[in-house]
């Protein structure tokens, strides 16, 4: 089954935003992740905070104005909701270190079966910093991964990561277009598999070893 990008991005940020619970402090990644925002349910409230300093972050609205002042961290005008407050880095990520942040929602370039995490640099690749992901995967209570399930035909979801890790054993779920993955002490649960893919395409596709339950459940969109 073919999904364009934008189509894969959607069901991604879709299922990931029914994660949240009433008043949770959620930290979003650059790139797919800020999308999450926009599918967070209605009856739901929750606040969004962005490394570069503010919490109150809302939806992006292409019909707002910009403000060149007012960006997430990919630098991307966004809009803010009542009461939102901005501060400087260092009391950001004061936030993001205090274990204030409930969940983060971040990209990857490889999560492998143990939890562990790469998405900073590609070897040999121009890097222009690592950004705040070290310490968002320590401090934030729960870590999600949104990523499209393979990269050119290459699994990104491994036995071992075979580029410099973000961090180790962080990870406790992966959300891609094809299924969502929760870590346990025993490995990689399947947790939820969306059923325009079989079971076999979600095995051929992932290089991880993965406990597949007796009843799998169909992702939730």
């Not at 893919?197 to 992702?219: G, H, K, M, N, V």
């Amino acid at each position: 089954m073919e999904l364009s990008k934008e189509q894969c991005r959607e069901i991604i940020a879709r299922r990931i935003a029914k994660e949240f619970s009433e008043g949770d402090v959620i930290t979003l990644g650059i790139g797919l992740p800020t999308e999450v925002a926009n599918y967070i349910p209605h009856d739901i409230h929750v606040i969004f905070q962005s490394e570069n300093g503010m919490l109150g972050v809302g939806h992006r609205d292409l019909a707002a104005p910009e403000n060149p002042k007012v960006t997430n961290a990919g630098g991307l005008p966004v809009t803010t909701k009542p009461g939102a407050v901005f501060f400087d880095t260092a009391m950001s990520f004061t936030i993001i270190r205090g274990g204030h942040v409930d969940a983060t929602v971040l990209g990857a370039l490889q999560v492998d079966q143990h939890g562990n995490l790469a998405n900073w640099m590609i070897p040999g690749a121009f890097v222009p910093g690592m950004g705040g992901a070290m310490d968002l995967v320590v401090g934030a209570k729960k870590v999600i991964i949104a990523m499209e399930h393979t990269n050119k035909g290459k699994p990104r979801i491994v036995k071992n990561c075979t580029i410099p890790l973000t961090a180790e054993a962080e990870v406790d779920m992966i959300v891609t277009e094809r299924c969502v993955l929760e870590r346990t002490e025993q490995g990689l649960l399947l947790k939820e598999i969306n059923p325009m893919f079989s079971l076999d395409d979600i095995l051929r596709s992932t290089d991880a070893d993965l406990i597949i339950p007796q009843e799998l459940q169909q992702l939730a969109g």
